[in-house]
């Protein structure tokens, strides 16, 4: 490679690689679609490879794009931090904020919180990504994270606001039809909703209890909030955070005393934020009011 390619043709190259064809990346870039495509012609004249196959159903990235891509991606997010950075105007409280929350936190509690954060910052945007993924906060792909679990990384700002407790939940009526369990072996008689990809965390809990195993499951569903969904529906019995079920008449706990676990909760920022007045606002609204919710 004779000289650093420019950063448009990176960008193009990521924007391809997300959306999986030419025009849906210049949709998302508002570029052209030939102008995109030169992109990524110059992109592999400068780095002497090819970066995807032409196939008649569109673009397929090669091996060497997908090594790329991690790579490429942290470049995208550095530079969206960097925007945001420069847009923070003498302590003012604006530009564009990103959050990464779970599902069920993201759904569930953050709404309010961010709308009156928006009502009292009028001028702050905000980018939620909703994933029960571990964001890397060090890469820059999200601004303040809210984890259930606790951080390691060095060069973060930590603050756990409080712990969040989950418990087995069902429908009423499903109850009323099939009965209420009163041991957890007699869980193996109803309908158990349950997890798809079997993580550290899931088999953590199943050690701790084994008669919550996937085969057992009558629906199994990786989204937390399809399992949420599956709940509300009346389908069976599956885990739900306590303080989400109380705010329905319709769903109760059982089996409380024999199944409680209880996830802590962490505000997280990089430590380069932390002077930034726009990321302040939005972590210290967070941390005092999802403080709030763990509380009670």
């Not at 990504?129 to 060069?155: C, F, K, T, W, Y």
């Not at 007045?277 to 763990?294: E, K, M, T, Y």
């Given at each position: 490679?004779n000289?650093?390619?420019d950063?448009?043709?990176?960008?193009?190259?990521?924007?391809v690689?997300?959306?999986?064809?030419?025009?849906?990346?210049?949709?998302?870039?508002?570029?052209?679609?030939?102008?995109?495509?030169?992109h990524?012609?110059?992109?592999?004249?400068?780095?002497?490879?090819?970066?995807?196959?032409?196939?008649?159903?569109?673009?397929?990235?090669?091996?060497?794009?997908?090594?790329l891509?991690p790579?490429?991606?942290?470049?995208?997010?550095?530079?969206?931090?960097?925007?945001?950075?420069?847009?923070?105007?003498?302590?003012?409280?604006?530009?564009?904020?990103?959050?990464s929350?779970?599902?069920?936190?993201?759904?569930?509690?953050?709404?309010?919180?961010?709308?009156?954060?928006?009502?009292?910052?009028?001028?702050?945007g905000?980018e939620?990504?909703?994933?029960?993924?571990i964001?890397?906060?060090?890469?820059?792909?999200?601004?303040?994270?809210?984890?259930?679990?606790?951080?390691?990384?060095?060069?973060l700002?930590?603050?756990?606001?409080?712990?969040?407790?989950v418990?087995?939940?069902?429908?009423?009526?499903?109850?009323?039809?099939?009965?209420v369990?009163?041991?957890?072996?007699?869980?193996?008689?109803?309908?158990?909703?349950?997890?798809?990809?079997?993580?550290?965390?899931?088999?953590?809990?199943?050690g701790?209890?084994?008669?919550?195993?996937?085969?057992?499951?009558?629906?199994?569903?990786?989204?937390?909030?399809?399992?949420?969904?599956?709940?509300?529906?009346?389908?069976?019995?599956?885990?739900?955070?306590?303080?989400?079920?109380?705010?329905?008449r319709?769903l109760?706990?059982?089996?409380?005393?024999?199944?409680?676990?209880?996830?802590?909760?962490?505000?997280?920022?990089?430590?380069?934020?932390?002077?930034?007045?726009?990321?302040r606002?939005?972590?210290?609204?967070?941390?005092?009011?999802l403080?709030?919710?763990?509380?009670?």
């Amino acid at each position: 490679m004779n000289s650093e390619p420019d950063w448009d043709l990176y960008r193009s190259f990521a924007a391809v690689l997300r959306e999986g064809s030419l025009s849906g990346a210049a949709r998302s870039l508002g570029l052209t679609q030939p102008s995109v495509a030169r992109h990524v012609d110059a992109l592999e004249a400068a780095i002497g490879t090819t970066l995807f196959l032409r196939t008649q159903r569109g673009l397929s990235p090669t091996d060497a794009a997908l090594r790329l891509k991690p790579h490429v991606e942290a470049l995208v997010a550095t530079s969206a931090a960097l925007l945001r950075a420069a847009a923070d105007h003498a302590g003012q409280v604006r530009g564009t904020v990103r959050i990464s929350a779970s599902e069920v936190v993201g759904v569930e509690h953050l709404p309010p919180i961010l709308a009156e954060l928006r009502r009292r910052h009028p001028a702050l945007g905000i980018e939620l990504v909703l994933s029960n993924s571990i964001d890397d906060l060090l890469g820059r792909q999200a601004d303040i994270a809210i984890r259930m679990v606790e951080p390691v990384q060095q060069a973060l700002v930590t603050r756990k606001v409080g712990a969040v407790e989950v418990g087995l939940h069902a429908r009423r009526d499903y109850l009323d039809r099939c009965g209420v369990p009163e041991t957890m072996e007699a869980l193996a008689g109803y309908d158990l909703i349950g997890f798809d990809a079997e993580t550290p965390a899931i088999r953590a809990m199943a050690g701790r209890y084994p008669m919550l195993r996937r085969r057992l499951f009558a629906l199994c569903a990786d989204s937390d909030l399809a399992q949420l969904a599956a709940i509300r529906a009346g389908f069976g019995i599956g885990f739900c955070q306590v303080q989400v079920a109380r705010r329905s008449r319709e769903l109760v706990r059982v089996l409380e005393h024999d199944c409680a676990i209880e996830l802590g909760l962490w505000i997280v920022m990089h430590e380069d934020l932390r002077a930034s007045a726009s990321c302040r606002a939005a972590f210290d609204a967070l941390a005092a009011r999802l403080g709030a919710i763990a509380r009670g």
